[in-house]
Nanobody, 122 residues
Framework: QVQLVESGGGLVQAGASLKLSCAAS????????MGWFRQAPGKEREFVAA????????YYADSVKGRFTISRDNAKSTVYLQMNSLKPEDTAVYYC???????????????WGQGTQVTVSS
């Protein structure tokens, strides 16, 4: 069993940066791949980024590539999402997830956090 808690969201202006954190706990925590997803009001949940348990495999959605960076610190049981050059279209609730592979598809993740709100104003 894995439990995930996101933090770091907030209201910022376009062009600003935010760093999201996802604290994880549970058995064999370091063996899980981690992903970030987001869901804007009235829209489907979409993939943002994923990282393997070792950090050797990383994927990004085209919409965030070059602006966002996913990383993890297994000693702290935490995965991060550094978000730079934020745009209004990045506004969404951001969720972290844990699974056996660094997938780009939500159904392949077993555990999910409750989400943290990110709002980017013009």
């Amino acid at each position: 069993q894995v439990q995930l808690v996101e933090s770091g969201g907030g209201l910022v202006q376009a062009g600003a940066s935010l760093k999201l954190s996802c604290a994880a706990s549970g058995r064999t925590l370091s063996s899980y791949s981690m992903g970030w997803f987001r869901q804007a009001p009235g829209k489907e949940r979409e993939f943002v980024a994923a990282i393997s348990w070792s950090g050797g495999t990383i994927y990004y959605a085209d919409s965030v590539k070059g602006r966002f960076t996913i990383s993890r610190d297994n000693a702290k049981s935490t995965v991060y999402l550094q978000m730079n050059s934020l745009k209004p279209e990045d506004t969404a609730v951001y969720y972290c997830a844990a699974g056996l592979v660094p997938a780009t598809s939500g159904p392949l993740y077993r555990y999910w956090g409750q989400g943290t709100q990110v709002t980017v104003s013009s």
